[in-house]
């Protein structure tokens, strides 16, 4: 279903499933993230920009997908990379978010115990 946008259209699939319960990057890895991200053109669930890899980010910057949702329990907010800012979207299909017994941040037990700090020092630019 092609979604209108300020004139701009763009691909989003109601119909096509999350690709997991977690970032597909980061469980290829072994890595955690701290929020999830669900592209609406393809289904590829991906961390958010507040954690390390940033690969929700990364895969519109590769695609061209420009549309996600978050894949977080109870959200159901819509983002547009191509605009910068929040839109709204059509219903996606199910499951609408990661597991509500998941850990956030996850998974827990690929969690460092100095998780914070390295968040921190990736924010400032030393990771």
Same mark, same amino acid.
């Given at each position: 279903m092609a979604y209108e946008r300020n004139g701009a259209a763009?691909?989003?699939?109601t119909a096509?499933?999350?690709?997991g319960t977690g970032c597909l990057e980061c469980d290829r890895i072994g890595g955690w993230w701290v929020h999830l991200r669900?592209? =609406?053109?393809? @289904?590829h669930v991906g961390c958010c920009d507040s954690?390390?890899?940033?690969?929700?980010?990364?895969?519109?910057?590769a695609t061209g997908h420009r549309y996600i949702q978050s894949f977080e329990p109870g959200e159901d907010w819509w983002w547009d990379?191509?605009?910068g800012? =929040?839109?709204? @979207?059509p219903p996606l299909a199910p499951p609408t978010s990661h597991p509500a017994d998941q850990s956030v941040p996850g998974p827990a037990d690929r969690l460092p115990e100095d998780w914070e700090a390295q968040l921190d020092a990736?924010?400032?630019g030393g990771a």
């Open positions: 763009a691909q989003i699939d096509v499933a999350p690709s669900r592209c =609406a053109a393809c @289904g954690s390390l890899h940033r690969h929700s980010t990364a895969h519109a910057e990379f191509a605009l800012e =929040a839109v709204q @979207g990736a924010r400032r």
